[in-house]
């Protein structure tokens, strides 16, 4: 699959002049300087690192003018193809138009190869030998990593040329009424709105980057592939594009063994508005330890290691309390709290005749002392009053 691409003039620029010196050699040295330039000033300002379907591109097709079918042409068109013309009720809306959405485009902005001659909206294309060819820096693909330690968020790969030319993606375009009449000023006529759209043709992932997508772009491998699809693409065209990509032949390896690289890219590129500098640039990933890291040779040995460091540092020597120690803290404690809530004369306590410790407040029904345990024992007192049973106290 091919849904995000990294688009620039530099690029649009190199295949123009790749393809028109070669077709130059096959026109009695003719060169297509023509196309060369038109592409200079027509793409000079829409380099879109985070491009998607619903934008315009610049695309390289036959020239459909009939007396003009071995040059090479350069043409505006909209990413997602739109195989039907639109009427007055539901056009098709260009994208200087307020009202202009991206969300037709989102239909057909890949084609299946193995489908093109099963399905009528791709089929009259090929038949019609309405190929084109859109030369892009890179594309980009999404998987979720499971080591990743932002698991919530897909990650994006960037899938380049290893030489940094650019790549080649072989497409479907078509032609379509959007169902708006404009005024020609050449003619002085009505005439009907036109709007050029595309499709990029993909196949099988390779074996070895299955993992990445299990569907991949259509990469053409060489000059000599590309302008055969531009000019002669027949069944047999189709076939070498549905696996040479892939499985490569005797000829040609597959462009995935010695002409890509694929590395992962910032997590901006997944807002489709985002269009840094830094969306193309390589970034290492944090990974979380894999469980299968601790049961490896030394792993035991290691943690036993952190575990005496720790213990060595946060380490605190034990205390035996004894009775006697206990007593003096429980004192303490009792003192504190004396200071902090001075006791009035209407204050009930009795004290410990063994380790005189004091009990006051809820303490004061205690029959045993709260830290010795002997029972308690008390004089009668002139001055104490009835206690809250209602009755006085005495020797217990």
């Given at each position: 699959m091919c849904?995000?691409?990294?688009?620039?003039?530099n690029s649009t620029a190199a295949a123009a002049r790749g393809l028109s010196h070669e077709i130059g050699k096959n026109c009695n040295g003719e060169n297509n300087e023509e196309a060369i330039r038109h592409t200079y000033e027509a793409v000079s300002t829409h380099n879109r690192q985070n491009s998607t379907p619903g934008q315009s591109y610049h695309i390289f097709r036959r020239s459909p003018r009939k007396e003009d079918t071995n040059n090479l042409d350069v043409c505006t068109a909209i990413w997602g193809l739109l195989p039907n013309h639109g009427t007055q009720n539901k056009p098709h809306l260009l994208p200087t138009d307020p009202k202009f959405s991206v969300s037709p485009h989102y239909t057909m902005f890949n084609a299946r190869v193995e489908t093109i001659y099963d399905?009528?909206?791709?089929?009259?294309?090929?038949?019609?030998?309405?190929s084109c060819i859109l030369a892009v820096d890179g594309y980009y693909e999404w998987t979720t990593e499971s080591q990743s330690i932002d698991i919530k968020k897909k990650q994006p790969y960037f899938i380049c040329n290893k030489t940094k030319r650019p790549l080649l993606l072989a497409g479907l375009w078509t032609t379509v009424k959007t169902g708006h009449q404009i005024h020609n000023a050449t003619t002085n006529k009505l005439e009907n709105e036109t709007i050029t759209t595309f499709t990029i043709l993909t196949t099988d992932a390779h074996q070895n980057f299955k993992w990445l997508h299990p569907r991949q772009p259509i990469m053409l491998w060489n000059i000599d592939i590309a302008l055969e699809w531009l000019f002669n693409p027949t069944s047999d065209t189709v076939q070498k594009l549905r696996y040479i990509p892939i499985n490569g032949s005797a000829e040609h390896p597959s462009i995935w063994d010695n002409q890509l690289s694929v590395y992962p890219v910032s997590k901006k590129v997944n807002d489709s508005k985002y269009q840094g500098d830094d969306c193309t640039v390589e970034i290492k990933l944090e990974k979380i330890k894999s469980i299968t890291s601790f049961f490896s040779p030394g792993a035991n040995k290691?943690?036993?290691?952190?575990?005496?460091?720790?213990?060595?540092k946060d380490a605190t020597p034990t205390i035996q309390i004894d009775a006697q120690t206990k007593v003096e803290d429980t004192k303490k404690e009792s003192n504190k709290e004396s200071k902090d809530n001075p006791s009035s004369p209407d204050t009930k306590s009795w004290t410990c005749a063994v380790c005189t410790f004091m009990h006051t407040d809820q303490k004061f029904d205690y029959l045993a002392c709260e830290v010795c345990g002997s029972l308690r024992v008390e004089e009668t007192d002139s001055k104490t009053e009835d206690d809250d049973r209602g009755r006085k106290r005495k020797v217990i």
């Open positions: 849904g995000r691409t990294a688009y620039s003039a399905k009528i909206s791709f089929s009259n294309l090929i038949r019609n030998q309405q290691r943690v036993k290691t952190e575990e005496k460091k720790l213990d060595q």
